[in-house]
């Protein structure tokens, strides 16, 4: 079997009738069809992967199912992490399956090449597990939204914070791939800003393995801080070696300038203890995440959802709802819909989709437990500071998205 047909096979046989009713005229393929585009095979699986698609579920689920009357269906595919199966796969969606919204991505690389084919087919893309602020920049889309963190935050919130506390001089390790490089470029800059300087950096690719030669260079350079620009299985495994080198125990500090609670609990709070990072969401923070957590863990048979898990059921839920506010599934439409309406979730609080699809919402600074604070399996984060979306999220007349009124 070819690959198309073999792709086609795949994607027809694991749509996911939620719901059956009525098509309505306004809905094209009598269905509102929300591909759950994501890593279900490789290194940002645990992370994204199957819990996207239960937590696109969960948001169909409290929606009711329906859509003004006509059924929703979620569709998950793997991109493998590689751009071109990405936008094949899309292409394939669009013109076969018939798809009406993206949801997730988890790569910057498969986000830009998706985004891209949904704006010339006005179809929707809820970007969430992906971080390049080109998405709500150069390469913004009218059709396109960055539902959780971005390259930009990430760095304002972390980096400062770290910088502030006399971390101003800094080694990368770094993805070599879009999101890794932007990560390291802002990073840089606010370095360069506060006085402070780079040591050096090293590139690998995604899903590397090995990291004995970085952590010696890193070693090696004397920088304060060692800045890992990668996600997800990268981290873990940088982490863990970084320990094998002794890297924190020479004084040298480690920063994950992406980070979840599943890659501290891969880790550990023996080799995590005082990390700190940015994200979105925490299930341990109040009484509607750990409800949101609860159900989750439920669907999943255990385990605490990620900051993009909680990200795709507010993206997928505030879809929903523009859409059958609109009674339309054409994407400019429903963005634009989007946009006009505030999104108020256990996720998001009360944010809004700003012109350019950047979501306006607050991240936390948070850091891993010391292994004698912890008091069950994933009790393994404390909440330092809430970070205010408009001090850490790039201001809309610096981003140079060309559809933004000046």
Request: hydrophobic share 45%; proline share 3%.
């Given at each position: ?180 490089k932007a990560m390291e470029d802002a990073v840089r800059k606010i370095l360069e800003a506060q006085g402070g300087r780079t040591l050096g950096s090293s590139r690998h690719p995604v899903n590397n393995t090995d990291y004995s030669s970085f952590m010696l260079q890193a070693q090696q350079s004397g920088a304060k801080i060692v800045g890992l620009a990668n996600a997800s299985g990268d981290t873990v495994n940088a982490i863990k070696q970084a320990g094998e080198f002794g890297i924190t125990e020479g004084g040298q500090k480690l920063a994950a300038l992406i980070f979840y609670i599943q890659s501290a609990k891969s880790v550990g709070p ?137």
């Open positions: 079997m070819t690959f198309l047909g073999g792709l086609k096979a795949a994607l027809l046989g694991s749509a996911l009738m939620l719901a059956a009713g009525t098509a309505q005229a306004e809905f094209t393929n009598n269905a509102i069809r929300i591909s759950v585009l994501t890593d279900l095979s490789s290194s940002y699986s645990e992370t994204s992967g199957q819990g996207s698609v239960v937590a696109a579920k969960l948001a169909v689920q409290d929606f009711g199912g329906k859509v003004n009357g006509v059924p929703v269906e979620i569709i998950p595919v793997d991109h493998q992490n590689k751009a071109d199966v990405g936008a094949l796969a899309a292409r394939q969606l669009i013109d076969v399956n018939g798809a009406d919204a993206f949801v997730d991505i988890s790569n910057s690389a498969v986000s830009l090449a998706v985004q891209e084919l949904a704006r010339n087919a006005d179809k929707v893309v809820l970007h969430v597990g992906s971080a390049t602020a080109d998405l709500y920049g150069k390469a913004c889309s009218p059709t396109g939204a960055l539902w959780l963190y971005d390259t930009y935050a990430l760095a304002q919130g972390l980096a400062r914070s770290i910088i502030a506390e006399g971390g101003d001089t800094w080694y990368f390790v770094t993805a070599d791939y879009a999101f890794g023996e080799l995590a203890q005082g990390l700190r990072f940015m994200t979105g969401y925490y299930w341990d923070r109040d009484d509607a995440s750990r409800a949101f957590a609860k159900r989750f863990a439920a669907e999943m048979k255990g385990g605490m959802p990620s900051q993009a898990h909680a990200g795709i059921y507010s993206a997928v839920l505030h879809y929903l709802k523009a859409a059958a506010a609109t009674g339309s599934d054409a994407g400019t439409t429903v963005m634009a819909k989007m946009k006009e309406l505030p999104v108020e979730d256990f996720f998001a609080g009360r944010a809004t989709l700003r012109e350019d699809g950047r979501l306006m919402k607050d991240m936390y600074l948070v850091e891993v437990k010391k292994p004698s604070e912890v008091t069950q399996p994933w009790d393994l984060l404390k909440v330092l500071r809430r970070m205010p979306a408009d001090e850490i999220i790039r201001p809309l007349k610096d981003g140079g998205c060309p559809f933004v009124k000046s």
